[in-house]
DNA sequence: TGCGTAATGTTGCAATTGCAACATGCATAT
DNA sequence: ATATGCATGTTGCAATTGCAACATTACGCA
C-alpha cells in the first residue's frame, strides 16, 4: 500500500494539509462513521486503525465493499458510499483526515512540490484500488459458488506466489465478499475439500491441485 | 469524461507525450490490440475510436469488463487485463496511446505545469473509473437476476434523474454485463413488464414502479 | 428487394443456490 | 466453570438459474 504522504516532508505535510483545508477526526472502535462523509464531495484517508465499507440492504444481506487499512484512502469521491445503504464502520480506534474533493482539484496552476506530489500518490492508490475492484468484478462474474471460490483461490494464491492462500477475513465476510450465501459456500468447500481440490486449515488454505 | 489532456496545450501536449516516451499506434475496426499491451505495466489512451475490454473464458463466456470510448484510459496499471483471458477488440477505427506506466510515474521533481496537470486529470480519470466499478460491484452483488436489472435500471435512471433508462448496448451484452443467463434475463425482463413495473421500446427503458 | 447473420424471445428441464432451521465449536468475560 | 455470543458446519427443500434447443424478428449489405 502507497502511503498517500510519500515523499512529502513532515513540514510541507502541515502545509499541504492546511492548503487543502483538511480536517482530522476520531472515531471510536465500532463506531460508524458515514453521515459526517456521506453528503459532499469528500476524500478521507486513515491515518491509523482500521474500517469497513459496509452495505446492509433492506434484505438484512451485509456485503464488505472495502477494507480500509492504515493509508487507505475512500470518500465519495472515490468510494460507492454513493449509495444509501452504505456504512463505514470502524473495527478499531481509528484517525481519520477529511479533504474536499473539489477544493483539492481545483488548485489551479499549483508549483508546490508538495501539492503535485500528494495528488501523484492518489493516482498511484486510485490505480490500486481499480486493479482491486477488477480482481472483485472477475470473481463475481463467475456464475458458480465453485468457480468464483476457485478464482478467489487463483488470485490471491498468485499473490503470494504460492498455492497457499491466507483469508483476510473470516468464512462469513468472505461470503459477503463473494457475494453468496454462507451455508451454501460452506456446503460446496466441503465438497472441494471432499473431492481433494483443496485443504482448509483455519484460515489457511492449500490448493492441490 | 474527462480529457486526458484537459487543461494542457498543443505545444504542451508534444512536449509531454515526448517526454514520457509516448507511442501512437493505430488499430483497425475489429481487432485485437492485447498482445501488445499486455506484458508491460502500460497505460494506453483511446484518442479516436472505440474498443471494449472483453473476458472470454473456458466455457465461451463473454463479458465485458468495460467500454472504451474516446479518452478513456486502459491498460496493466488501471484494468484488469492481468486476467489471461482478456483481450481488447476495436469497434471502430482506433487510435491508441501507450505510455510507460513506471516511465510516467518516476519523473521526479518535475516543476513542468503540463506534467502536473496530466498526472491530476489521470487522477480525475481513474476516480470515476473506480466510481463505475463499485456501481458495477453493487450490481453484481445483488443475488437475483430481478435485483440486478433493477438495481441497474436505479442506477441508470438516477444518472438522467429521470424515469427512463437508455442501454448503451443491447441485451446479450447487458446480460454479460450483469453476468447472467441471456435467456434467463429474458425470461425475468417479460416477467417485470407482466408485473407492470418496466416498459421496454428498443433499448428504452421507462420505470413504472 | 431479398438474403444471411446476429439479436431477441420462448420454454422445458436439470443443476445450482438461497433460505431456514438447527447443531456444534470456540472464545471471552464474569 | 459456565454462560453468552458469535462463527462455523449440516441438511432438506423450494426457488432461481443456466443451459440447450428452437422460433421469431431485426438489421446490414449486396
Redesign the interface.
Known amino acids: 500500500m502507497i502511503d498517500p504522504f510519500y515523499n512529502i516532508s513532515k513540514k510541507n505535510k502541515c502545509k499541504l494539509l492546511k492548503l487543502l483545508e483538511a480536517n482530522t477526526l476520531l472515531f471510536k472502535k465500532d463506531s460508524t462513521i458515514l453521515s459526517t462523509v456521506k453528503e459532499e464531495n469528500i476524500i478521507g484517508i486513515i491515518i491509523s486503525g482500521y474500517a469497513q465499507i459496509v ?1 446492509t440492504d433492506y434484505n438484512g ?1 451485509r ?1 464488505i ?1 472495502e477494507e480500509l487499512e492504515e493509508g487507505a484512502i475512500f470518500g465519495s ?4 458510499i ?2 444509501n445503504e452504505c456504512d463505514i464502520i470502524t473495527k478499531e480506534d481509528t484517525k481519520i483526515l477529511i479533504i474536499d474533493y473539489d477544493i483539492m ?1 481545483n488548485k489551479e ?3 508546490l ?1 508538495f501539492y ?1 506530489q500528494f ?2 500518490n ?3 492508490i ?2 490500486k ?3 482491486d ?6 470473481i ?4 458458480t459458488i465453485r468457480n468464483k471460490l476457485l478464482e478467489y483461490f487463483r488470485i490471491n494464491a498468485g499473490k503470494s506466489g504460492s498455492r497457499y492462500v491466507y483469508l483476510p477475513f473470516n468464512f462469513t465476510d468472505l461470503a459477503d465478499y463473494l ?1 453468496i ?1 454462507r451455508s451454501a459456500m460452506s456446503r460446496e468447500l466441503k465438497y472441494l475439500k471432499e473431492e481433494g481440490f483443496i485443504e482448509v486449515k483455519g484460515k489457511r488454505i492449500t490448493l492441490l491441485y
Open positions: 452495505r444481506n456485503t465493499i469521491a472515490i468510494s460507492s454513493t449509495s482539484i496552476g499549483m508549483n512540490q503535485n495528488i501523484k492518489l493516482l498511484q486510485t490505480t484500488i481499480v486493479t475492484k477488477n480482481e472483485r468484478i472477475e463475481l462474474t463467475k456464475k457475494a450465501d
